[in-house]
């Protein structure tokens, strides 16, 4: 079956390249590309033929997607597996994209079982299993500019990845050679140090929305790994580590 697997990609890669004048303009437009050596923007660009061959991708709300627009979303999402596999993002085939930040109501139960609405506007969702939802309004604003610690689709991918081992809780599926220990107590002493700094409102260089729960901790931190690596090594430079053994890579020496 492994002959077969490397036959199909093949296939897709010589009959359904990624444009490459389009994508040129993306690798030299976004600045979350800019660190990559042209042999890995060369890999890139495969991985991101590959899921665009693979996933399927639907506007709602009168968005019509184009080549151009799921091009943008698939080469921040295969940024994230650029050292890893595609295989990650198996399990699930749809990408949802709002025109805008989108509504969502679900009822609330409490720790004595209340029951109350929760009405929410997101700028994205994971589901497990299932679809990755994005605004498109977010998706450009963030492509055009490198915000430190905030890119929506890294974001939602990087729940995937946390749900690869059953339900989004800060704990992904680790390598082989990683030491789960080494992982929990990095995750678990920065998560915990940034809840008490936001109890005793001191500042801090993290996105406070970090401090929600394990899960968005793993999320927020991977948009800083990618975005705005130097400040993930200052501010909490065990998890920095242990984000570089995850996926790989080692973009705060890549100038």
């Keep these: 079956m492994k002959w077969f697997e490397r036959l199909r990609i093949r296939h897709t890669l010589k009959h359904h390249p990624v444009p490459h004048d389009m994508w040129k303009k ?15 923007r060369a890999h890139l660009r495969a991985l991101a033929t590959l899921f665009l061959h693979r996933k399927t991708f639907t506007g ?64 994205g ?5 299932g679809a990755v939802i994005l605004s498109w309004a977010d998706v450009v604003a963030e492509l055009g500019i490198c915000y430190p610690g905030r890119n929506v689709v890294l974001h939602e991918f990087a729940h995937k990845l946390d749900m690869l081992n059953g339900s989004a ?9 990683m030491v789960w220990a080494q992982w929990t107590a990095a995750f678990s002493d920065a998560f915990d140090h940034l809840q008490q700094q936001l109890i005793e409102q001191q500042h801090s ?27 993930l090594l200052e501010q909490c430079p065990e ?12 973009p705060i020496f890549k100038a």
């Design 239 to 250: 998890v920095y580590a242990q984000l570089v053994l995850f996926y790989r890579q080692v």
């Design 26 to 40: 993306l690798m030299h437009e976004a600045p979350l590309f800019q660190r990559l050596s042209s042999l890995e």
């Design 169 to 177: 809780n800060g704990m992904p599926a680790l390598h082989a050679e």
């Design 125 to 129: 969702e994971s589901w497990s299993h």
């Design 205 to 231: 260089l993290l996105n406070p929305y970090a401090a929600t729960d394990p899960a968005e901790f793993f999320a927020v931190v991977s948009e800083y790994f990618f975005t705005a690596p130097e400040v």
């Design 60 to 123: 709602v709300q009168g968005l019509t997607v184009s080549t151009e627009m799921a091009l943008a979303v698939a080469a921040q999402a295969c940024l994230l597996i650029l050292k890893l596999d595609l295989d990650y993002y198996d399990g699930w085939i749809e990408i949802v994209l709002y025109p805008e930040a989108f509504r969502v109501e679900r009822e609330r139960i409490d720790a004595v079982g209340l029951v109350s609405d929760d009405s929410r506007v997101l700028s």
